[in-house]
């Protein structure tokens, strides 16, 4: 099936399933060999056969109650297939989409019934998906979206991201912070209808807009910031965590974009009193700061009068470091006869014996020592002015160009001269770098920004259908599979109109597909359709699954994370999602499965030849998803599948 033909087909009711199979297609995936395709008549001679006896409109919409007629209301599911004209399928495409799947399936006729042979059955899907796409071509039916669509918050967090070079913000910058969440239906809290703007919300959004400018900008008058993590209680620390330096165990690695130079304090927190010394290990994009020792603390008599160790208190690091993304990681060192944590049941891991990183708070700076040299400020700073000469012909082109990428269009006059007054303001103010801010502040809060914008061409009559421009189109493709504003090169080609080409369009997606922003479509798109989110909610109940822990349950989530993954990129069919022989794992997971010689905490792909395991319906989240916290659920798995 060519990518024409799956961009026009109309969309089926699992939509879903549809999206998926549309970013199939648009990878052009071969399909397999094609059946002889039957003639109308043939069809209609089969259907009358094999289907009307029961699908019809006698038995489907008729208005006998005796029980056994509402019984054979019940069966037909509303289908009555001698009301459908072969002759023209258009107008009821969602009816024949429905024939197809029970022919596809060979689900109809049911068992007992007289039923075709194979040929027969794949002549009729082959002749009626052939018409379904001619008649989509001849009269396409998109649908209708509103012309007005507020970005969601993630995808107003990505397009701050890329727009600024602003990533892993500290967490009151952070955009699930600064905004409230979204509504959902459905799984999804994309739906236009849902994002609606208050004027509460509104005042958040200038909130937001205000942090996220000063922060990017590089403003060394805002108050220090204290960023605080805390390590979930049933995190297993007593081996080594993917990400962090080779030879610790346990700990935490912490992603961070530091506001300005400056000192920094890393206070770390203990979950447990030491018996023995422990060394901690201290370090900043993977460079050592500090190396402490904990333990050895005396007894002490608690307040029931039993004797316990001495509480183990923070540790303070107090280091320099310059602005910008950080990696801060913290961890013990390894070292012979290391506590064995995972040996302790769930019910007990409160009662920890040895210690555990609790939280890690990076707090400043201190002592302020400039903006310095980071990513955003490069992104935003493309000139420079010479004495205050030329400041306002640079500052023009610097807002002109975030202006561009962040309206996802070619910027005018006039949307300068919206932005333009902010800038005065702010250089007046504080000089220009000020000016900068409030512009960018202003743009951030831009209805051409906040909403992805669609207008009718001015000569289309009301429910007209019509191809949407290229920079709609850009946008359209951006947002789906990067959850997030089109790049350069992408726009460069919607302005250029090459997005109308079907061989420019293919390469752009798979460029798109290859680009790491593609886990978008992973962690938004896939894991909201699955409802795969609510897996962080289980909890297994300890007495009945002791070995269950915080390190399964991120390891569940990122096993399916990888396989969704793989196959949206990898070409293969959609149905792989079921079908697969393979899966992701690392050594955690590996030994919940009983898959041997898999060792470390990193990931990696693994055959499931020999093993019951396959697809998605195989893979422990999925399954924890899919039960109570004391067993397995055949009822709620099965509404789950039928669902999604």
């Known amino acids: 099936m060519s990518v024409a033909k799956c961009a026009q087909r109309p969309a089926r009711q699992q939509t879903g399933l549809a999206l998926l199979a549309l970013a199939a297609c648009a990878l052009a995936v071969p399909p397999g060999a094609a059946a002889a395709e039957a003639t109308a008549a043939e069809v209609a001679e089969t259907l009358d056969r094999y289907c009307a006896a029961c699908h019809n409109d006698r038995i489907v919409n008729g208005r006998d109650t005796a029980p056994s007629m509402l019984v054979s ?25 429905r024939v197809i799947r029970k022919l596809e399936s060979r689900t109809m006729p049911p068992p007992g019934r007289p039923r075709p042979d194979d040929a027969t059955y794949d002549g009729v899907v082959a002749w009626l998906e052939t018409e379904l796409d001619r008649a989509a071509a001849e009269a396409p039916n ?45 799984g999804f809290d994309n739906l236009a209808e849902l994002l609606f703007v208050s004027p509460a919300t509104l ?22 910031i204290v960023d605080r993590y805390q390590l979930d209680r049933d995190l297993i620390q007593d081996a080594h965590l993917a990400g962090l330096p080779l030879g610790t165990r346990g700990g935490a690695i912490i992603r961070s974009h530091l506001p300005a130079d400056g000192e920094y304090v890393v206070t770390v927190e203990f979950a447990a009193a030491a018996r023995d ?39 303070d690091v107090r280091v320099p470091l310059r602005a910008g993304p950080r990696e801060v990681a913290v961890a013990f060192l390894e070292k012979t006869g290391a506590n064995h944590e995972s040996l302790v049941r769930a019910s007990r891991r409160a009662q920890r014996r040895e210690p555990a990183i609790a939280t890690v708070t990076i707090s400043g700076p201190y002592g302020v020592d400039g903006s310095g040299d980071t990513p955003s400020r490069r992104r935003i700073f493309t000139c420079t002015p010479d004495g205050g000469v030329n400041a306002e012909p640079c500052a023009r082109e610097i807002l002109s160009t975030l202006a561009r990428r962040a309206y996802r269009r070619p910027v005018t006059d006039g949307d300068l001269d919206v932005l333009m007054p902010f800038y005065a303001d702010g250089v007046a103010a504080g000089g220009f770098e000020r000016g900068i801010q409030q512009g960018l502040e202003r743009l951030l809060v831009s209805p051409e920004f906040l909403f992805r914008i669609e207008r009718d061409p001015a000569d289309a009559a009301p429910g007209d259908s019509y191809r949407v421009n290229g920079l709609e189109l850009a946008s359209r493709l951006s947002f789906f599979l990067w959850s997030s504003v089109p790049d350069e090169q992408l726009l460069d080609r919607a302005i250029a109109g090459e997005l109308g080409d079907p061989a420019v369009l293919e390469s752009e997606v798979r460029r798109m597909l290859a680009d790491d922003r593609a886990r978008a479509l992973t962690e938004n798109f896939a894991e909201q359709w699955l409802y795969l989110r609510d897996v962080q909610a289980k909890e297994p109940d300890p007495a009945f699954f002791p070995e269950f822990d915080e390190n399964l349950r991120q390891a569940f989530s990122r096993e399916t994370e990888l396989f969704i993954d793989s196959v949206l990129r990898g070409g293969g069919p959609v149905t792989d999602l079921l079908t697969a022989d393979y899966t992701f794992v690392n050594e955690r997971l590996a030994k919940h499965y009983g898959i041997p010689h898999v060792y470390g905490s990193h990931f990696r792909r693994v055959s499931l030849t020999g093993t019951e395991r396959r697809g998605l319906l195989g893979q422990g989240g999925i399954l924890t998803l899919t039960s109570y916290a004391t067993r397995t659920s055949p009822v709620l798995r099965g509404k789950w599948i039928l669902e999604n």
Do not use: C
């Open 277 to 315: 010394e422990h060394e901690v290990e201290v370090s900043v994009d993977g460079e050592r700061v500090e190396l402490f020792t904990i333990g050895g603390r005396p007894l002490v008599r608690g307040a029931s009068g039993v004797f316990v160790f001495e509480a183990e208190p923070p540790v």
């Open 73 to 97: 209301q019940l069966r037909t599911t509303g289908l009555a297939v001698d009301t459908l004209d072969v002759e023209r399928v258009g107008p009821d495409s969602d009816a024949w989409e």
């Open 203 to 224: 005042e958040r959004y200038l909130a937001a807009a205000r942090k996220i400018s000063r922060l990017a900008v590089g403003d060394t008058n805002m108050p220090p």
């Open 142 to 186: 998109p649908g209708r979206r509103p012309a007005l669509h507020r970005l969601s918050r993630t995808e107003y967090q990505n397009a701050v991201r890329d727009l600024l070079a602003l990533d892993h913000l500290p967490k009151e910058f952070d955009v699930t912070t600064l905004l409230p969440a979204d509504n959902a239906t459905s």
